[in-house]
């Protein structure tokens, strides 16, 4: 099963942060911006901002000279003791952030061993998730979930998914034709956010993106309530942009 298309844009800077997370990490004294900037060949306006999202997400800090070590988050995940628990609470703060940023639930799902898994969600009484009236596992075909995960296979593994599902009607808007879902998947450029306008439940819309990292296939997804449809496209694109971290902790 191979991936189809490169990384999203916001993603295309992972290699970029991992070498700074390198460098910063083999300084115990620590680096300057400009020590950075030099080391890494980044511009300053690039390097601002990636230095931000990283003392933001716990992975540096800066000490009171300017310089810059690693932090707390970086050092737990970089350990191989404990890791797993470390990445699974750092990823779990970073939903629950994009929950509030975005006002609306989110879902971190992957595609495991054909299968479709929802891993980890933040909600809250204000954005309650969406009733899994019909297991994703089986819906592939009609959530953003789905789609957005399908899509990052190539076209083998996308057949190989439906022909072991079947493309059950959910809604009146969900597609059933398999054709029609592969042209749209083939057609689904990939750093728009992909779609689900009450496809898999009546009610509800969803939006996701993928946050592939390596060989990893995965997706970052949100829901809303049919009545704050008109929130959908800015909160996807929301989404879409704060999706860095979350690769960032996968490829770690």
């Known amino acids: 099963?191979?991936?189809?298309?490169?990384?999203?844009?916001?993603?295309?800077?992972?290699?970029?942060?991992?070498?700074?997370?390198?460098?910063?990490?083999?300084r115990s004294t620590g680096a300057t911006a400009a020590e950075l900037a030099r080391d890494t060949g980044l511009p300053?306006?690039?390097?601002a901002p990636m230095l931000r999202i990283l003392r933001r997400e716990g992975y540096i800090e800066r000490l009171a000279d300017g310089?810059?070590?690693?932090?707390?988050?970086?050092?737990?995940?970089?350990?191989?003791?404990?890791?797993?628990?470390?990445?699974?609470?750092?990823?779990q703060h970073t939903l629950d952030k994009l929950r509030d940023s975005v006002g609306a639930a989110v879902y971190f799902s992957r595609y495991v061993d054909g299968e479709i898994r929802v891993t980890?969600?933040?909600?809250?009484?204000?954005?309650?998730k969406v009733n899994e009236w019909v297991d994703f596992r089986s819906a592939a075909h009609a959530s953003a979930i789905g789609k957005s995960l399908l899509g990052q296979l190539d076209l083998n593994g996308r057949r190989d998914h439906l022909s072991r599902?079947?493309?059950?009607?959910?809604?009146?808007r969900t597609i059933t034709n398999e054709r029609v879902l592969l042209n749209r998947l083939d057609a689904q450029p990939p750093t728009v956010p992909v779609l689900d306008l009450q496809e898999y439940?009546?009610?509800?819309?969803?939006?996701?993106?993928?946050?592939?990292?390596?060989?990893?296939v995965g997706?970052?997804?949100?829901s809303l309530p049919i009545e704050h449809a008109y929130r959908l496209r800015q909160a996807a694109d929301t989404?879409?942009?704060?999706?860095?971290p979350v690769v960032l902790s996968l490829a770690i």
Do not use: F, W
């Open 67 to 91: 310089a810059y070590i690693a932090g707390n988050a970086l050092t737990r995940l970089s350990s191989a003791q404990g890791r797993d628990q470390a990445l699974r609470e750092k990823l």
């Open 120 to 128: 980890q969600y933040a909600d809250s009484p204000r954005t309650p």
């Open 1 to 26: 099963m191979a991936l189809k298309h490169e990384p999203t844009v916001p993603h295309h800077s992972v290699q970029q942060t991992l070498r700074l997370l390198e460098i910063i990490s083999r």
């Open 44 to 47: 300053a306006e690039r390097l």
């Open 165 to 172: 599902h079947k493309m059950a009607r959910l809604t009146s």
């Open 219 to 222: 997706c970052l997804a949100l």
């Open 201 to 216: 439940a009546v009610g509800t819309v969803c939006a996701a993106v993928p946050v592939t990292a390596g060989a990893a």
């Open 239 to 244: 989404l879409n942009r704060e999706a860095a």
